[in-house]
C-alpha cells in the first residue's frame, strides 16, 4: 500500500459511507467519495463527485478521474445502496425492483469493474462490497433488497477468485442494524423483529463497522479473500 493510501467510496453523502469517509480521511487516507446528491462533508483529503452509480458511462468517468489525479488506487469500498420500506413480493413493482438492483448490485458491479481494472495494472487492492444481515433475515417484506445483496455476496465471490492471481483480495460486509436513516425508514416493528433476531441484540456503531473495514484493508490480509464477515450474528 502506498504511504498516502487511496481509498474510494460509493455513497458518501449519509450514512455509513459519510462515516466511513470521515474516519479514514481523518487517518491519512486520499478518499474519493460519491453520491447522486452534492457533497456533505468538507475535509482535507477528501473529494467529491456527484454521480449515479447505477450508470456505467458515469462510473467510468469517475474512475478514470481518480485514476489520473491519485495515480493509485489502493481500496475500494462499495457502500452505495438503496434501502426500502418493507413491501410483499405481490405488491412491490417493476419500478422498485429495477431502482433496487440498479444501484445495488449493477452500480457495485461498475464500481468493482472499473477499480479492478485498476488494480490489476498496479497489481495489488482491497475491494470490499457491502451485504446485508437481510440475507440471512428472510423477513417478510425484503425480498427485493435481500435478493440484490444476496447477488452483491455472489459476485464478490467470484470476483475474488478472478483478482486473487494478481494480489487484489475481495471481501463482503454484511452488517446487522445501524442507526441511519435508511434503517429508520424501515419502521419500528421491523427494526423489533431484527433486532429480536440477532445474537448481540443492539445497533452496531459505526466505529466497529471502521474497523471491520480497517481489518479488511490492511496489507497484513492478504491472504483473507472471499469471505464475508457478519456483524452481528442473525440466528
Known amino acids: 500500500m502506498s504511504p498516502s493510501p487511496v481509498m474510494v ?30 457533497a456533505t ?5 477528501y473529494t467529491h ?12 468517468a469517475w474512475i478514470r478521474g481518480v485514476r489520473r489525479t491519485h495515480q493509485h488506487l489502493d ?39 472499473e477499480v479492478a481494472k485498476a488494480m490489476l495494472l498496479q497489481r ?17 417484506g425484503t425480498s427485493g433488497y435481500a435478493a440484490s445483496k444476496s447477488a452483491v455476496v ?22 446487522s442494524l445501524i442507526e ?11 427494526i423489533a423483529r431484527a433486532l429480536g433476531k440477532l445474537t448481540i441484540p443492539r445497533p452496531l456503531k459505526l466505529e466497529e463497522i471502521c474497523h471491520a473495514v480497517a481489518f479488511f484493508a490492511a496489507p497484513e490480509s492478504a491472504c483473507i479473500t472471499g469471505q464475508v464477515l457478519h456483524l452481528g450474528l442473525v440466528t
Open 9 to 38: 467510496i460509493t455513497g458518501t453523502s449519509r450514512g455509513i459511507g459519510r462515516g466511513l469517509a470521515e474516519h479514514f480521511a481523518a487517518r491519512g487516507y486520499r478518499v474519493a467519495g460519491c453520491s447522486r446528491g452534492p
Open 41 to 45: 462533508l468538507a475535509m482535507e483529503g
Open 49 to 60: 463527485t456527484q454521480l449515479d452509480v447505477g450508470d456505467e458511462h458515469q462510473v467510468q
Open 75 to 113: 481500496v475500494l469500498v462499495c457502500n452505495a445502496g438503496l434501502v426500502p420500506p418493507p413491501q410483499l413480493l405481490t405488491q412491490t413493482s417493476g419500478e422498485t425492483l429495477e431502482a433496487l438492483w440498479r444501484t445495488n448490485l449493477s452500480g457495485t458491479f461498475y464500481v468493482c469493474r
Open 124 to 140: 495489488s487492492g482491497r475491494i470490499i462490497t457491502l451485504s446485508s444481515m437481510a440475507v440471512g433475515l428472510h423477513e417478510e
Open 154 to 175: 455472489e459476485m464478490t465471490k467470484i470476483l475474488a477468485k478472478e483478482l486473487a492471481p494478481s494480489g487484489i483480495t475481495c471481501n463482503v460486509l454484511a452488517p
Open 180 to 190: 441511519t436513516g435508511a434503517v429508520e425508514a424501515l419502521g419500528p416493528a421491523v
